[in-house]
Each structure stands twice: as C-alpha cells, then as structure tokens.
C-alpha cells in the first residue's frame, strides 16, 4: 500500500514557496490541523451517541416484544379482570422513562459534540489574537 500524501505538509511547502509577508505558513498550517482534528472529534463523539441510540432503540424494541410475547400467554384464559389495563399503563409508564431516557443520549451525544467545536473555535480565536499581536 502506497503511503497516504500529507496534506498539511504539502500546504505549508506551498504556502511557504509563495511567501506573504506578515502571514506565518507554519502557524496556519498548524491551525487548519487542529480545526479538522475538532471536527473528527466532534463527528466521533456524534457517531458513538448515534449507536448507543440505536442500542437502546434495540434493547426497548426486544423488552416491548417479551412483554407482548408474555402477555399473550396469560391472556389465554380471557378473563376480564383488571390485568389488560395494568399491563398497558405499566407499558405507558415504561414508554414515557424510554423516550426520556433516549432524549438524554441525543442531548448527552450533542453537547459533546458541540463542546469540541466550541473548544476549538475559542482556541482558534486565541491563535488569531496572538497572530494579530505579533504584527
């Protein structure tokens, strides 16, 4: 396998031929590498809060199908008593502690997400401040 070209290297070497004064190659080099590790990190940390998403969505959807399956092996009997309606306002219940819980992953997932970028954005307004200072 042929080695990957290094994008940022190749970027400095060309920055630095076509020198511009007052403008260092190195320093937004160095910046631009860091802006796209953020956003790895923030798309890393979306990705992981996706699939525990989808692991709790599965393990609900596999507890509703036992409840079901289970249910309607003491249904058989067909009496009226008051089972049915436990059974569904125990399934509602559940539903309701399902959906919040869900909705903590997705706004647990964003933070985190949004964090890594907000992190980098600050730390790339401090490297624009001292590059500005520095003139």
């Not at 004064?21 to 190195?26: E, F, I, K, W």
């Not at 796209?36 to 890393?44: D, F, G, Q, T, Y």
């Not at 647990?108 to 970028?117: I, L, T």
Request: glycine share 6%; charged share 30%; hydrophobic share 40%.
């Amino acid at each position: 396998m042929t080695d990957q070209p290094n994008l940022f290297a190749d970027l400095k070497n060309i920055m630095e031929r076509f020198k511009v004064p007052g403008v260092d190659a190195s320093t937004m080099v160095e910046s631009g590498r860091k802006d796209i590790e953020a956003l790895v990190e923030a798309n890393k940390a979306a990705y992981q809060g996706l699939q525990a998403l989808m692991k709790k969505q599965t393990e609900m959807l596999t507890h509703a199908m036992h409840n079901i399956q289970e249910a309607a092996k003491h249904s058989g009997g067909g009496s009226a008593g008051g089972k049915p309606a436990e059974t569904v306002r125990e399934a509602y219940h559940k539903t309701l502690a399902d959906m919040k819980e869900l909705a903590e992953i997705v706004r647990r997932s964003q933070a985190e997400a949004m964090s890594k970028v907000t992190d980098r954005a600050i730390e790339h307004l401090q490297e624009l401040k001292k590059m500005i200072q520095s003139r």
